[in-house]
């Protein structure tokens, strides 16, 4: 497929996505959702991916929902356009592949909400963060208020979405909103640096790990311990042998 919306790539079995509409800041619109999605499906069916890399072009990572596209929308419209980027962010979420956004300035609005949707955050020292909807009288609906209050606490969830204040990588990297700031240059590199160095453990841990982190997140602690065991015993029959073995023989295991 041919996408306006996306710059597509793979480096081995990492595949890299570039947001490309560099003229209103890479702003999320309709015709991106429908993309991205197009996009994630190929992934699906290429069966050989086994990292996602997300980055912006341009002097943004994603200034947010797209405004323009916005302003007219009815209330029923609002919601549907939500839900979209709910859905989306949640199919993302979700992956069963490691997902690094790699923040090259501007995270705002929606695009804070993606990039809380990836597993992690790598940011430039360009990097800014911000929630800026309630200027616009709005609130975040891409399932940020929830994300964002999770993963760096209320206080923080509080502070930024109601102030709206842009803040940059290094406090970004305070609030744990960020996990690793680096240079401009070296950003794609370091996220692919990162990515290479998952990619070659467990895939069935790879994907027990984000299950037993993510859901467990939701749940009381007494299950979330269970669901800890019983993702734990699985991996005895499928990854855990080879690895386990590979250890003890001194070799790099072979997952297949
Ligand atoms: N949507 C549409 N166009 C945008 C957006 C955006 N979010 N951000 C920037 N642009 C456009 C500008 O209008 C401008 O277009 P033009 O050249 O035609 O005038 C172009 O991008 C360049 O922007 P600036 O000239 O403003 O660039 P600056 O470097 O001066 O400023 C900023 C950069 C500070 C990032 C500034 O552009 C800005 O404040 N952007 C808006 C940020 C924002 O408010 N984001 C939140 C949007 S709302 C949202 O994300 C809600 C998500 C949940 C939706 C739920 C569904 C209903």
């Known amino acids: 497929m041919d996408y306006t919306t996306l710059k597509t790539k793979k480096d081995g079995e990492i595949a890299i996505v570039t947001i490309s509409r560099p003229d ?13 999605n197009a996009y994630l499906d190929s992934i699906d069916k290429d069966g050989n991916v086994k990292a996602l890399v997300i980055t912006g072009d341009g002097k943004a990572f994603i200034a947010g929902a797209d405004i323009a596209e916005m302003q007219n929308m009815s209330k029923d419209e609002g919601f549907q356009f939500s839900k979209t980027g709910q859905n989306t962010f949640l199919r993302l979420e979700n992956l069963n592949i490691p997902v690094i956004a790699a923040i090259n300035g501007y995270a705002l609005g929606g695009g ?46 509080l502070f930024l979405s109601l102030t709206g ?9 305070r609030m744990g909103i960020v996990q690793k700031v680096v240079d401009a240059s070296e950003l794609l590199n370091e996220s692919l640096d990162i990515a290479k ?40 029959e499928s990854d855990g042998p080879e690895g386990m073995k590979a250890f003890l023989e001194k070799r790099k295991p072979n997952w297949n």
């Open 24 to 36: 209103s800041l890479n702003a999320l619109n309709s015709t991106f959702f429908k993309e991205f």
């Open 112 to 157: 804070c909400e993606l990039a809380l949707a990836c597993d992690f955050r790598i940011s430039n020292n360009y990097g800014k963060f911000g929630l800026p909807e309630p200027g616009l009288g709005l609130i975040p609906g891409y399932g940020g208020t929830q994300r964002l209050s999770r993963l760096s606490g209320l206080g923080n969830a």
């Open 165 to 173: 204040q842009m803040i940059d990588s290094a406090e970004a990297l």
């Open 197 to 236: 160095k998952i990619i070659v453990h467990g895939p069935n841990a790879i994907i027990a790990l984000k299950k037993v982190i993510r859901e467990g997140n939701k749940l009381d602690l007494n299950k979330a311990y269970d669901l800890e065991s019983k993702e734990f015993s699985k991996l005895f």
